[in-house]
C-alpha cells in the first residue's frame, strides 16, 4: 500500500506514484470537492489551450473544446477544468506523448470499460504527491467525434433547470463520495445520459437555439470563444472614418456595438437578427442611439441598394454552405454604396481537411435527423480562410483580405 498522506520521494518517481496508484488511493489523495462556479476557470482553459497548441503540431490538432461544469456559466463543479483535445486519426500515440513533457502531464492507466472510444487517453496536470495544485486539468484525448460531452454541455448552459437538478445531485452525492471518485462519477452516469439522449434528440432551429441560449449568451460569447472578445475591438477599427450608415447581420445582443459607438457615436446602425428577445436586449442596451433593428432572416431580407456605408458580421456566417453565402454576399455588396466595405469577424479555419470535416458532420446529422437542406438549424460549418476570400471575390468585391486572426476568430475586410 502506497504512503498517500505525503511521498517522500524524488520529482520524477513522485509522479510515476500518481500514475500507478489504485482508484481508491487516488480517492484518498484527491478527494471529491465542489466549488461555486469560478469565471477565471476560462481563462484557465484558455491558457491550457495555448499550452498544447505550442507543444502539439497544428496540423494533428482538429479541435479543443472546454467541457465539463467548469463549462456551464453558474453551475457547481469540482475545480478542475476538463479539455476534449481531438487529433487527427495519423497521429501516433507515441509522437502524442512525446510532445506533452512528463511529468508536467501524467498519463492515466487507459480504462478498461467496454463503452470506451478507439481512443480515449488521459493526461493530467496539477496533481502533485501532496494533493491539488492550484490549477488542475483533466485531458481527454480522441479522434474526432460527435461526442456526447459536448452536448451535455450544450444543454446544461441551454438550460439552466437541468443545469440546477445537476448541481443538487452532485451536492447530494458529495459527502456519500468523497472519498470514492469512480462511485461518485458513476452514482452520476443515469443522469448524464438520460440528459445527453434529450440533448441529441434533435438539431435545434437556429432561433430557437439562441432563444433558449439568451441567458448565457453574452457571458459565453466573451468567455469561451478564443478571441472574440478582442475581435469585437479589432473589428471597430476597418470601419471606414466618416461612415453614417451601417448594417449589422445576426446582430444578436449588440455586443459589438459598444466599441463601435465609443468611436462613432452618431452612427446609424441597422441591425437585424432572427430571435427577437435578442433585439430586445440590444434596443435597451443602445435605446439613446440611432439604431433600427428589425426581426428577420438576413437569408432573404432586402437590404436594398446603395445605402450603407458599411455592413458587417460577427459569428454568423460560419453555419451557412458556399450557396446560401453566395446570395448573401450579392445582396450584401448590392447594399453598400461605392467604395464600401464589409467586414466579417467569424470563425473560420485554415485547412480543407478542417472544412470538410464540419461540412460532413452537417450533412450526417441532418440525415439522421431528416432535415431538409431548405430548413436552416444551428450547425457548424466552418470555411477556410482561402474560400470566404474565393466566395466575396467572386460575388462583387474587388479586394478582399484577412487582417486579423486570433485561435480560429477571423477578420476579412472586402472592398466594394
Given amino acids: ?105 501524467i498519463q492515466m492507466p487507459e480504462s478498461d470499460k467496454a463503452d470506451v472510444p478507439p481512443l480515449h487517453l488521459m493526461f493530467v496536470k496539477g496533481y502533485t504527491c501532496d494533493g491539488f495544485a492550484e490549477k488542475v486539468y483533466h485531458i481527454h484525448v480522441r479522434y474526432p467525434g460527435d461526442w456526447d460531452e459536448i452536448h451535455f454541455r450544450d444543454y446544461l448552459i441551454a438550460n439552466p433547470d437541468a443545469a440546477d437538478a445537476y448541481a443538487t445531485l452532485k451536492r447530494g452525492l458529495r459527502d456519500q463520495f468523497e472519498y470514492d471518485r469512480d462511485g461518485y462519477t458513476d452514482a452520476k452516469g443515469e443522469f448524464i445520459k438520460a440528459v445527453t439522449r434529450r440533448a441529441k434528440g434533435t438539431a435545434e432551429k437556429m432561433d430557437n437555439f439562441f432563444a433558449a441560449r439568451i441567458g448565457v449568451y453574452e457571458y459565453f460569447m466573451l468567455n469561451y470563444v478564443e478571441g472574440l472578445p478582442e475581435g469585437y475591438f479589432e473589428l471597430a477599427k476597418h470601419i471606414p472614418p466618416g461612415t453614417r450608415t451601417l448594417l449589422d447581420l445576426g446582430c444578436g445582443t449588440g455586443l459589438e456595438l459598444e466599441e463601435i459607438f465609443n468611436i462613432y457615436p452618431d452612427i446609424g446602425v441597422t441591425g437585424i437578427d432572427l430571435t427577437q428577445s435578442m433585439l430586445d ?105 482561402e474560400n470566404q476570400i474565393k466566395l466575396l471575390l467572386q460575388t ?17 475586410v472586402a472592398e466594394k
Fill in 1 to 105: 500500500m502506497l504512503n498517500i498522506t505525503k511521498c517522500s520521494i524524488e520529482a520524477g518517481d513522485r509522479h510515476r506514484v500518481i500514475a500507478e496508484m489504485t482508484g481508491k488511493e487516488r480517492s484518498v489523495l484527491y478527494p471529491i470537492i465542489l466549488c461555486e462556479h469560478n469565471p477565471a476557470w476560462a481563462q484557465w482553459f484558455a491558457e491550457e489551450k495555448a499550452n498544447l497548441e505550442r507543444l502539439i503540431s497544428d496540423r494533428r490538432i482538429m479541435r479543443i473544446s472546454h467541457y465539463g461544469s467548469t463549462a456551464v456559466p453558474g453551475l457547481l463543479a469540482k475545480p478542475t477544468v476538463d479539455i476534449l483535445l481531438e487529433i487527427n486519426t495519423d497521429t501516433t500515440i507515441d509522437e502524442l506523448k512525446a510532445a506533452l513533457p512528463y511529468p508536467e502531464y
Fill in 281 to 385: 436586449m440590444l434596443s435597451e442596451k443602445y435605446g439613446s442611439r440611432n439604431v433600427n433593428v428589425i426581426c428577420a432572416s438576413y437569408l432573404d431580407h432586402d437590404f436594398g441598394e446603395d445605402r450603407y456605408g458599411c455592413a458587417i458580421s460577427i459569428e454568423t456566417m460560419h453555419h451557412w454552405p458556399h450557396g446560401v453565402k453566395t446570395e448573401v454576399y450579392k445582396n450584401i455588396c448590392k447594399a453598400l454604396k461605392a467604395g464600401g466595405r464589409y467586414i466579417e469577424c467569424d470563425y473560420m479555419v485554415e485547412k480543407q481537411s478542417e472544412e470538410d470535416y464540419w461540412f460532413s458532420e452537417s450533412k450526417r446529422i441532418r440525415t439522421e435527423q431528416n432535415i431538409p437542406d431548405n430548413e436552416f438549424y444551428h450547425l457548424d460549418t466552418p470555411c477556410t480562410i
Fill in 396 to 412: 462583387g468585391f474587388k479586394r478582399v483580405n484577412m487582417v486579423w486572426r486570433k485561435g480560429s476568430t477571423t477578420i476579412i
